[in-house]
């Protein structure tokens, strides 16, 4: 399972980071991935690193948000710096696992994100 943490209430301009552990009988991860959803919107895919550590970014976060991950302690992270009003969201983190010898896609229960000016 996956398990995400982090989130909070920060200021316009202001920083958080996020973070999302997977936990249980794990072989391999490989893609994680952070998505958010802003009230009445649909899902989004923010960031996404591979299991070698190449990332990728939605253009409304990149130059301000960063995203990595530890393997050792299978976790990925979601640095989020200049923040704005419209980054507010509920904050997903999924990852391709490879348990049992089979593949699965997991989702983290979700972490709210609200910017206030």
């Known amino acids: 399972q996956l398990q995400a943490s982090g989130g909070g209430l920060v200021q316009t301009g202001g920083s958080l980071r996020l973070s999302c552990a997977a936990s249980g009988s794990i072989s391999t991860i490989g893609a994680m991935r952070w998505y958010r959803q802003a009230p009445g919107e649909q899902r989004e895919l923010v960031a996404i690193?591979?299991?070698?550590?190449?990332?990728n970014y939605a253009d409304s976060v990149q130059g301000r948000f960063t995203i990595s991950r530890d393997n050792a302690k299978n976790t990925v992270y979601l640095q989020m710096n200049s923040l704005k009003r419209e980054d507010t969201a509920v904050y997903y983190c999924n990852a391709n696992i490879l348990s049992a010898s089979n593949w699965g896609l997991y989702w983290g229960q979700g972490t709210q994100v609200t910017v206030s000016s």
């Open positions: 690193v591979t299991s070698g550590g190449t990332a």
